[in-house]
């Protein structure tokens, strides 16, 4: 096949229905006018841009291909329904595709219609106006019309509806990409030897993520190894997408991507592209995928390690040689070009940083740095971190029979998948540390290891960074650190200094975390894995060698002094004509972007951000002339914590293969799946819900009585029902037979079939979550570590995490309202009049560790990993009618530890009422701190609790509500505390918090966490 051929099936997979489809479903008879007419008109009037692409609509391999690529309600369509007039539904809702409970009635919002004449043609002809700009290679321009198709939809205010008014589960952009992923296979089999070629489902998995994240001493060590995971995988990742689009990847989406847009934006400059063009494209990135914030631009790399550690394709059974696409040559073509890439973009920045420390010689440290690779050329030949690549293959028989689809295809992609699933599964425990792979301790044995600084008198030194692998650097203590200059690593007293800022005395670095530790004082040498095969190293090491502006990571004691610097700056004025010429008071002469958005945002506002407070406010000798300064200025005196949070889904996994875990947290578990039929009757009322619920018009009647016969074994009503519809007998018996297949298949698996649209709708929310999630740690001033996937890594000033929390648990659901160029309700993100679902019944826990800013980090991140893993395995939650586990908050501080459940219904949401009482205890948390923040309330109140506690438990609510009234008196200043009462809701008295190390009612939980947040503060 053509690679021209392929890309435009693939565009008009995109283009196969129109955006506006749902109003032409609702109101195209009387306006005479059929989606497919509406979807050709948009086609063709993209001519110009894609020659002849009308011509690829409506073909078999796309009616395949959107066949398949449906969500399971759907499919109910393609058995039941085959005369499309069945079951008409007037009404435009868009529901949740994980919770069909929540819809939105969108009928009166605004869609265009193309086809008529006198309407606003403003969307096809900006988006011409674009595209024919391109004027380049084909793959270009699907890319590029891949990522603004539904942005530039989204900008001319548009609405989306649903792929289908009668299961408006999803959204019409989520069914079309899908539709285009699902092009893969469907063209795998097209054509000529079809039946010989195999389509593949692959997926990548790093081995150890939060582990290699956790290995360093710095904050920059952290964000590097974290951002290498991503810009390694992104490495990958970019080869599939030139070869055969942007659609082959389904987890992480490549919709809403961050580090695709920014990749597509290099790549139109590179092909110099009218600038008009790149800024247009520029703009609709900046304030829908990045929410405003144009950070990316001035640092010229994304700034927040996005891409997990899992991947997975959908890939077609072909590869691209020049212009064609040949068969592959065996059947592990795809795993040994995923490793080779993998271990070609690791060479690829090893390459880059020797070029540039080669580059910046003059300067201490990057001498090291050079030194130490020439020196060191093999060791660093393997990646520190392994990857494990797993395929799974489909052929043609299994989805077609003879040339049309088998009946029972629609199952294929969820049988592959959790194939896949199950061959990660099958060698889980078998764990194999990168280190194993390398020489480095038969280099020890010869003595054969450089050592650079200091040498070991043992042979070998540990590296204090890992603490697994030998030192290739071993710095002299503090008092012997001029030794330097003598050894000739060092030149001057500057050079020592420079050199001293990025490795500390008494450090032993091994070569890898050497590396690390380079690539964080120039992270933007990672453009040689971000920007994919676009540029030589050389080049990108040229421009990156010409970069003046410093960039910044902040340290821990940064983050544990944001008060202080913030008082500071608010006193500026007579603070600094206190201290004069102290370095504090510096404008600063140099520019410098952080990865920390507070830092930019208060960089010149007059107080210099970049001195080190661990020589000032933190140090031994300078801490009382800060204490009597601050004290003379009346600004508080830094605590020495922050908080490290980390946060992940429940149960995402389980929810990607279809499982109901997720909806019924702790009522069933993952491990119930073994023997599902034992939990038969939760699971066939959720799924009996969902069905019906999934459903919009007439059809939920027919729904219910079909379920109404799986459950009595009597389908006379759904018979006599479908007759109405069908008129023909015949014809109806068969279909009515078929219905009944299909929904016994879904009651049996106790699951939802999985198809690419759950998944693409899944995998893009993901990536708004993660929007949505940056924007919050931005706004309450604190630092990504990591946010790839649905995983979060991130620091936060004490007083600002409690928000934090509230904020982004209520954000993921769908909730919480205006956020940057996103508004979240109802468990939807909505931009402008475009509503994506979010993910409503999905829990997120949270680990909460209050540190101190000196704490080893290692430690600390591992501690808050097993804390959050084995956490929520282990705690269940006892509501007083059920016990449910999962979607908690784990606060810790020293020996203290505190539960907080963010919600205590199972599923979590389902209705709009729901969203409320989620995280609503933090509320009341906040409450009260706020009360104590004020003086209206003692802290005493915390240490009085567990005199009352007995009795507050054991007492019927009206008593045990003026117990806590009294409680609450007794240590504060209030006359009325009837209203702080009010918050706490019935519920919280009855629930009780077991496993871990923990036992106890709720209340006493949130008595445990004010502890903690003012230990912090
Ligand atoms: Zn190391």
């Known amino acids: ?177 899908a539709t285009a992923a699902m092009m893969n296979w469907i063209l795998t089999f097209s054509g000529h030897g079809g039946s010989k070629r195999k389509g593949c489902l692959l997926g990548i998995d790093t081995v150890g993520v939060a582990d290699f994240i956790g290995k360093g001493r710095k904050t920059r060590d952290l964000w590097i190894s974290s951002y290498l995971v991503s810009a390694l995988l992104w490495y990958v990742i970019t080869a599939f997408m030139e070869e055969y689009g942007p659609d082959v990847v389904l987890f992480p989406s490549l919709r809403f991507n961050q580090f695709y847009a920014f990749y597509l934006l290099e790549k139109l400059r590179k092909e110099e592209i009218d600038n008009k063009v790149i800024d247009e494209v520029e703009q609709l990135v900046i304030n829908y995928i990045f929410n405003g914030d144009d950070l990316f631009k001035k640092l010229k790399i994304p700034p927040y390690p996005i891409i997990p550690g899992r991947v997975t394709l959908i890939l077609p059974g072909f590869k691209k040689e020049i212009d064609h696409y040949f068969p592959l040559p065996d059947d592990n073509y795809f795993i040994s070009k995923v490793k080779e890439r993998y271990d070609d973009g690791w060479k690829r920045l090893i390459h880059a940083l020797r070029i540039y420390s080669q580059e910046k010689r003059g300067d201490g440290f990057w001498n090291l740095v050079c030194n130490i690779l020439n020196s060191t050329e093999e060791l660093l030949l393997t990646p520190p971190l392994k990857i494990r690549v797993k395929q799974v293959s489909v052929e043609k028989s299994e989805i077609f029979k003879k040339s049309s689809l088998r009946p029972d295809a629609w199952k294929v992609y969820d049988t592959k998948y959790r194939q896949l699933v199950s061959e990660f599964k099958k060698d889980k425990l078998v764990k194999i540390a990168p280190e194993s792979h390398l020489k480095l301790f038969e280099l020890t044995k010869d003595g054969k290891l450089p050592q650079f600084g200091e040498k070991s008198k043992r042979g070998y030194e540990f590296c204090t960074s890992c603490g697994v692998l030998p030192a290739v650097v071993i710095m002299p203590k503090e008092e012997e650190f001029n030794k330097l200059i003598d050894l000739g690593i060092a030149k001057d007293e500057n050079d020592l200094k420079s050199l001293k800022k990025i490795i500390s005395p008494g450090e032993r670095l091994c070569a890898w975390c050497l590396v690390k530790r380079a690539l964080g004082a120039e992270p933007r040498l990672m453009k040689v894995l971000l920007l994919g095969d676009l540029y030589d190293v050389e080049e990108i090491v040229n421009n990156v060698t010409s970069e003046t502006v410093k960039i910044e990571i902040p340290s821990t004691s940064d983050i544990a002094s944001i008060r202080t610097f913030e008082e500071m700056i608010e006193k500026k004025d007579e603070l600094c004509e206190d201290l004069k010429d102290e370095k504090v008071c510096n404008t600063p002469n140099e520019s410098r972007l952080s990865m920390w958005q507070w830092f930019n945002e208060n960089y010149y506002k007059g107080i210099d951000l970049t001195i080190d407070s661990e020589e000032h406010w933190f140090s031994e000798e300078k801490r009382g002339y800060y204490f009597s300064l601050f004290r003379r200025h009346g600004i508080n005196f830094p605590s020495p914590y922050y908080a490290l949070v980390r946060a992940d889904s429940d149960y995402l996994g389980d929810l990607l293969e279809g499982k109901l875990t997720p909806y019924l947290a702790g009522i069933i578990d993952s491990g119930d799946y073994a023997n599902i039929s034992e939990k038969k009757k939760e699971v066939s009322e959720l799924l009996k819900e969902y069905l019906i619920n999934a459903g919009s018009g007439d059809i939920i009647c027919y729904i219910e009585k079909m379920i109404g016969g799986i459950f009595t074994g009597d389908y006379t009503n759904a018979g006599n029902y479908l007759h109405k519809q069908i008129k023909d007998p015949g014809k109806c018996y068969e279909q009515l037979k078929e219905s009944k297949k299909y929904f016994n298949e879904i009651f049996n698996e106790g699951r939802i079939i999985v198809t690419p649209a759950w998944h693409v709708s899944i995998s893009s929310a993901l990536n708004r979550g993660l929007i949505a999630e940056i924007t919050l740690i931005n706004k309450h001033k604190g630092f990504v570590i990591y946010a790839g996937g649905d995983d979060l890594l991130a620091m936060l000033p004490i007083s600002e995490v409690l928000d934090f929390i509230k904020e982004s648990r209520r954000a993921f659901t769908g909730y919480g309202g205006k956020l940057g160029n996103m508004c979240l309700e109802d468990g939807f993100a909505r931009f402008n009049n475009a509503c994506y679902p979010a993910l409503p019944i999905v829990g997120r826990s949270y680990s909460v560790i209050v540190s101190h800013y000196a704490d080893p980090l290692p430690t600390i991140v591992n501690d808050s990993y097993y804390l959050l893993e084995e956490g929520k395995e282990r705690i269940s939650i006892d509501n007083g009618k059920e016990s449910i586990k999962k979607d908690i908050v784990i606060f810790k501080y020293q020996g203290l530890q505190a539960v907080i459940p963010l919600s205590l219904v199972r599923p979590i949401v389902t209705s709009v009422s729901s969203f409320e009482d989620i995280a609503s205890i933090i509320d009341l948390i906040l409450a009260l701190k706020k009360k104590i923040d004020e003086g209206e309330i003692s802290t005493s109140l915390l240490y009085d609790y567990k005199n009352c506690k007995d009795l507050v438990t054991s007492s019927p609510l009206p008593v045990a509500k003026s117990l806590l009234e009294y409680w609450i008196k007794r240590n504060s200043s209030l006359k009325d505390a009837k209203e702080l009462v009010g918050l706490f809701k019935p519920e919280y008295f009855t629930t009780r918090i077991e496993g871990y190390q923990l036992k106890g009612d709720l209340i006493s939980n949130v008595v445990y966490t004010l502890r903690i947040i003012f230990g912090g503060e």
């Not at 063709?44 to 002849?52: E, Q």
């Not at 399971?72 to 994980?98: A, H, P, Q, T």
């Not at 001319?156 to 289908?164: F, L, R, V």
């Open 1 to 177: 096949m053509g690679i021209n051929e392929f890309i435009n099936y693939k565009v008009a997979a995109l283009l196969h229905d129109p955006p506006n489809k749902a109003r032409i479903l609702s109101e195209g008879k009387e306006l005479h006018i059929g989606h497919e007419r509406e979807a050709y008109k948009i086609a063709s009037s993209l001519r110009c841009a894609f020659p002849k692409i009308d011509t690829y609509l409506n073909s078999t391999n796309e009616n395949n291909a959107d066949n398949l690529a449906a969500s399971i309600d759907r499919y109910l369509g393609s058995i039941v329904y085959r005369d499309k007039s069945m079951f008409y539904e007037k009404n435009i809702y868009l529901k949740n595709i994980l919770q069909p409970k929540l819809n939105l009635n969108i009928g009166n919002l605004c869609f265009p219609i193309f086809s008529m004449r006198k309407c606003d043609q403003q969307f096809i002809n900006s988006l011409v106006k674009l595209l024919t700009k391109l004027d380049t290679n084909l793959i270009l321009l699907y890319q590029i019309f891949y990522l603004i198709y539904e942005l530039h939809w989204i900008d001319s205010m548009y609405s989306t509806g649903p792929a289908d008014t009668r299961n408006p589960t999803h959204n019409i952009f989520d069914h079309l990409y």
